[in-house]
Nanobody
Framework: VQLQASGGGLVQAGGSLRLFCLVSITIPGRYTMAWYRQAPGKQRELVATVTSGDNTNYADSVKARYTISRNNAKNTLYLQIDSLKPEDTAVYYC????????????WGQGTQVTVSS
């Protein structure tokens, strides 16, 4: 099982980015998908999740600016980030976990997002 994140980069504050995560799981639709981020010197934090039923949830710090979505036919998870702020600078990781079989929990390699002020 592999998750490959991409789409990060250097962007000015106020700009937008769309992150991608290509997922090679046999039945991706059954998994809860998520994006986490880890800023320098900080712990990894959950920023957004989307369930198999397309229910979404966001950290308070990113609500209204982040949009998580999935396309199971393309085995792809997305994260649209708008109105970027310098504090969004972090490595962003995608995650896939089975909702009941918790041993099936997978991580991508991360993609760097850097926001300049």
């Amino acid at each position: 099982v592999q998750l490959q994140a991409s789409g990060g980069g250097l962007v000015q504050a106020g700009g937008s980015l769309r992150l991608f995560c290509l997922v090679s799981i046999t039945i991706p639709g059954r998994y809860t998908m998520a994006w986490y981020r880890q800023a320098p010197g900080k712990q990894r934090e959950l920023v957004a999740t989307v369930t198999s039923g397309d229910n979404t949830n966001y950290a308070d710090s990113v609500k209204a600016r982040y949009t998580i979505s999935r396309n199971n036919a393309k085995n792809t998870l997305y994260l649209q980030i708008d109105s970027l702020k310098p504090e969004d600078t972090a490595v962003y990781y995608c995650n896939a976990r089975h909702p009941t079989l918790l041993q099936y929990n997978y991580w991508g390699q991360g993609t760097q997002v850097t926001v300049s002020s």
